[in-house]
Nanobody, 128 residues
Framework: QVRVVESGGGLVQAGGSLRLSCSTS????????MAWFRQAPGKEREGISCITWRSDKTYYTESVKGRFTISRDNTKDTVYLQLNNLNPEDTAMYYC?????????????????????WGQGTQVTVSS
């Protein structure tokens, strides 16, 4: 049974930091790209960062470049997202996703349709 579980969200003041974790089980984590998405109320789900299976490539959407950092630990089947210098526009539900289809890919993608396994999300709220 595949499990994807996010944690680490919370309420933080503008300028603050959070570290999100995504622990997984039930599939071969080390073979697949992983990604983080977010969805604010009334908005579409947005891909914000992804990382290849061996961490040699990472990608970020423009609005989080220089503030967020994705990483993974294949020995722990876990992916992380460090969020720094948060602002109220970062308020959203944050989701972790696993490709689950393309193994050992040379790159990663940030479209929701490219990911098979999803977590339930963790809420990040940034107050001004």
């Amino acid at each position: 049974q595949v499990r994807v579980v996010e944690s680490g969200g919370g309420l933080v003041q503008a300028g603050g930091s959070l570290r999100l974790s995504c622990s997984t089980s039930g599939f071969n984590f080390g073979k697949y790209a992983m990604a983080w998405f977010r969805q604010a109320p009334g908005k579409e789900r947005e891909g914000i960062s992804c990382i290849t299976w061996r961490s040699d490539k990472t990608y970020y959407t423009e609005s989080v470049k220089g503030r967020f950092t994705i990483s993974r630990d294949n020995t722990k089947d876990t992916v992380y997202l460090q969020l720094n210098n948060l602002n109220p526009e970062d308020t959203a539900m944050y989701y972790c996703a696993a490709d689950g289809v393309r193994t050992y890919g040379p790159s990663c993608r940030m479209a929701p349709s490219d990911y098979k396994y999803w977590g339930q999300g963790t809420q990040v709220t940034v107050s001004s």
